[in-house]
């Protein structure tokens, strides 16, 4: 099926909500009923209001994946294989979020220093 190139008034408020909660433009326009990523790249284009709108949206997004981070590293777990992979999900975030971002640069300096993610879990860890 053909995707649609249009991108209405609801399709760009429901766009920037999406965007706002963390979530990737590519995400949205795979969800049915919602026009394909070139229309978005079109209508950004169209107008600089329409680019500051989304820039908005955006930094507010990182806010919500900021905390999402929190919200992974405070989640109780009794499993090694569940902390390997909260690493991996906090640790790419904040890569992401350091690339995005100029406010969260600052958590990575250079490319070869990389942060360390610590997730204390209750667990007893082996020898202790």
């Not at 989640?75 to 979020?97: E, F, G, N």
């Not at 995005?100 to 202790?128: C, D, M, N």
Request: charged share 25%; proline share 5%; net charge negative.
């Amino acid at each position: 099926m053909a995707r649609a190139y249009t991108f209405t008034a609801e399709q760009q408020e429901s766009l920037l909500d999406w965007v706002a909660s963390g979530r990737t433009i590519r995400s949205w326009c795979r969800e049915e009923g919602n026009c394909a990523p070139r229309a978005v790249y079109y209508w950004i284009e169209a107008d600089p209001a329409n680019e500051e709108r989304l820039v908005r949206a955006k930094a507010i997004g990182h806010e919500m994946i900021a905390e999402e981070c929190l919200e992974i590293a405070d989640t109780p777990t009794t499993m090694r294989d569940d902390v390997s992979h909260r690493k991996l999900q906090i640790w790419t975030r904040l890569q992401l979020l350091a690339k995005w971002s100029p406010k969260y640069g600052a958590l990575f300096p250079s490319e070869r220093a990389a942060a360390q993610v610590v997730i204390h879990t209750g667990v007893p860890q082996y020898g202790e």
